[in-house]
């Protein structure tokens, strides 16, 4: 009989371990708001596919019916996806705050963080902002979301503007910490940022890429996916900026990438965890 207790206990000691070794794995889609094809297709990905949180751009155009979609799935992980920049053509949007040194001419955010040779001087880092007018309008952001989506778990940052210096990282910190919320998964040493591959492969070298990654996930670590799904239609074939002009064709590939079957079958079949930011936090 002790013997038999004694396989037993040890069995369950070492599912518990095999689990704890198992490869985790997050799937982030991003810029949820900027578009109503861009809504559409992170709903598709994370109810036919292997999405686990999405980031909601809240100052975004679509934001209002990113809302209505996220209140019909509650089961999906929020993030604040804090931002500064407007960066498409065709569509634009302002800031949610009285914030002078984050607009342009226009009232809209400028279009880059960084300095950018196809859009000289529209880049926040070429004119005066401020400190203060990023902590006004990123806690404008953050509690607009928890207003409306209270669920909401963490922050990250759109186009990497908490990049400007430390201070804006030191700032999202602060304010993650004051909301009761977490901070972008990247602050944190213990994930392993992976991608598939840019715009420039085709959906099936995008797919083996991915599985490629998956088969050599190591056990006992966290890796974080972020891409941006959408869906080839009119709508999303009008929004570029340049160097970005196939966004439809790019995003469309990303959307078939998180719900294809071969991709599903071997995160099963490898015993990888997929888990979400919230999961990852707590």
Not at 194 to 204: A, N, R
Request: with cysteine.
């Amino acid at each position: 009989m002790k013997k038999i207790i004694c396989l037993a206990v040890c069995s369950l000691l070492f599912a518990a371990a095999y689990g704890q070794q198992s490869p985790r794995l997050v799937v982030r889609g991003d810029d949820m708001g900027y578009t109503h094809s861009g809504n559409e297709a992170i709903i598709k990905c994370y109810k036919e596919g292997v999405e686990t949180s999405v980031e909601v751009l809240v100052p975004s155009p679509w934001f209002m019916e990113a809302v209505k979609m996220l209140k019909e799935n509650p089961g999906i992980d929020v993030g604040i996806h804090l931002a500064l920049t407007s960066e498409w053509e065709n569509i634009k949007w302002r800031p949610l705050s009285d914030c002078p040194s984050l607009k342009d001419a226009n009232g809209y955010f400028y279009p880059m963080v960084h300095p950018n040779k196809d859009y000289p001087g529209q880049s926040i880092m070429e004119n005066k902002w401020t400190i203060a007018d990023v902590e006004k309008e990123f806690r404008a952001q953050i509690e607009m979301a928890l207003k409306l989506l209270p669920r909401t778990s963490h922050i990250s940052t759109h186009m990497g503007c908490d990049g400007l210096n430390d201070e804006v990282k030191a700032l999202v910190k602060r304010l993650a910490k004051e909301y009761h919320i977490a901070p972008p998964a990247e602050y944190n040493a213990n994930t392993i940022s992976i991608g598939f591959g840019g715009s420039g492969k085709t959906t099936e070298q995008k797919v083996q890429s991915f599985l490629d990654i998956i088969s050599n996930m190591l056990p006992g670590k966290t890796y974080i996916l972020v891409d941006h799904p959408g869906l080839d239609n009119d709508e999303l074939r009008a929004v570029y900026h340049i160097g970005n002009t196939d966004v439809a064709i790019a995003r469309q590939a990303v959307t078939d990438v998180f719900t294809n079957e071969k991709v599903k079958a071997l995160i099963k079949q490898k015993g990888v965890q997929l888990i979400s930011l919230k999961d990852f936090w707590e």
